[in-house]
Every structure is written in structure tokens, then in C-alpha cells.
């Protein structure tokens, strides 16, 4: 059975960080490109990074220089580093794991940023 658990969502305040973690268990994690996406009330889930299995990674125009993914094969974990953080980066954080078809998502975290 394939699972996505993230954590470390929560509030913070604009110009703050989180970081959240990804483990996955039930796939050969290290083949996997894996990805944070997001989504927003009343709007369409969105792509923020992916981390390809040879670690080249991809970011949505929004977080780029702001954000930061990365992986930890070993520990079949990803991860996503969020720095200076806006209003409008508030949103229901997904992770997405993916090869060759098969796509599987985790059930979510919700990152609030407001003073």
C-alpha cells in the first residue's frame, strides 16, 4: 500500500519559514520524481517543485529563490524548504509521487500565513 504522509505545515507569520517533510512508504521512493503542489481556496491545485530521482529539480514561477525542495533517499523522505513567506502562499500543500504513469498523492497540510 502506498503512502504520502506530509507534515510540518501550520501558521506563521509573512517573512517567515516552515520547512515540510514528505515520507513516503509502499515505493521504490529513489525512482520517483517527487513534488509539492498546492491548492488554494477556490483555486485549481498548483505545481510548486519537483525533485527528479537524479535530483534536478523545477519550481513554479511564484516560489522560485523563495523556496527549496530536496530529497533524502535513504530516508525516503522529501522535503520543502519555504522561506519569506507571503499571504498568498497560503494553501492546502500536497505531495506527489510519480513513475512512468502511476501518481500518487498525499493527503495534504495546510500552510497559513497571516499576521
Known amino acids: 500500500q502506498v503512502q504520502l504522509v506530509e507534515s510540518g505545515g501550520g501558521l506563521v507569520q509573512p517573512g517567515g519559514s516552515l520547512r515540510l517533510s514528505c515520507a513516503a512508504s509502499?515505493?521504490?521512493?529513489?525512482?520517483?520524481?517527487m513534488g509539492w503542489y498546492r491548492q488554494a481556496p477556490g483555486k485549481q491545485r498548483e505545481l510548486v517543485a519537483t525533485i527528479t530521482p537524479e535530483g534536478r529539480t523545477n519550481y513554479g514561477e511564484s516560489v522560485k529563490g523563495r523556496f527549496t525542495i530536496s530529497r533524502d533517499n535513504a530516508k525516503n523522505t522529501v522535503y520543502l524548504e519555504m522561506n519569506s513567506l507571503k499571504s498568498e502562499d497560503t494553501a492546502v500543500y500536497f505531495c506527489?509521487?510519480?513513475?512512468?504513469?502511476?501518481?500518487?498523492w498525499g493527503q495534504g497540510t495546510q500552510v497559513t500565513v497571516s499576521s
Open positions: 509502499g515505493i521504490t521512493f529513489s525512482i520517483y520524481r
Open positions: 506527489n509521487g510519480n513513475f512512468l504513469g502511476p501518481n500518487y
